[in-house]
């Protein structure tokens, strides 16, 4: 039994499946979930420079006027990196599982006139 088999109703499962199969859809949901993580405060031609986008970068940050008053030590500012890093690994494994229900084309197989 497949993990989601476990908790998932058929209906459910017949959308993950369908999911599982559409590539483009696949890559875009997981570009959304991930985006802030990978991409925030990126640099971009056009864009002016602002290191206070960089989600990293605001955990050491003490004059961030988005977020006054909010300071963290370097083992508080450290937890939140390796968080950040376990929520990209548990979408990541979500993604390996939601995968096993791809389904793989079988090619017509030819007879081997030999057997």
Known sequence: MKTL???LNQKELDFIEKFAN????????????????????TLKEGQDIDPYQ???????NEDNPMKPGQKFT??????????????VKAVERAYNE????????EKDKEENPAL
């Open 22 to 41: 559409d590539e483009h859809m696949r890559n875009a949901v997981k570009k959304v979930l991930l985006y802030n993580i990978y991409y925030e405060g």
């Open 54 to 60: 960089n989600f990293a970068f605001n955990f050491v």
């Open 74 to 87: 370097n083992e508080e500012a450290g937890a939140r990196l390796r968080a950040a890093w376990e929520g």
């Open 98 to 105: 939601i995968e096993n229900y791809e389904k793989v084309e």
């Open 5 to 7: 088999e476990k908790i």
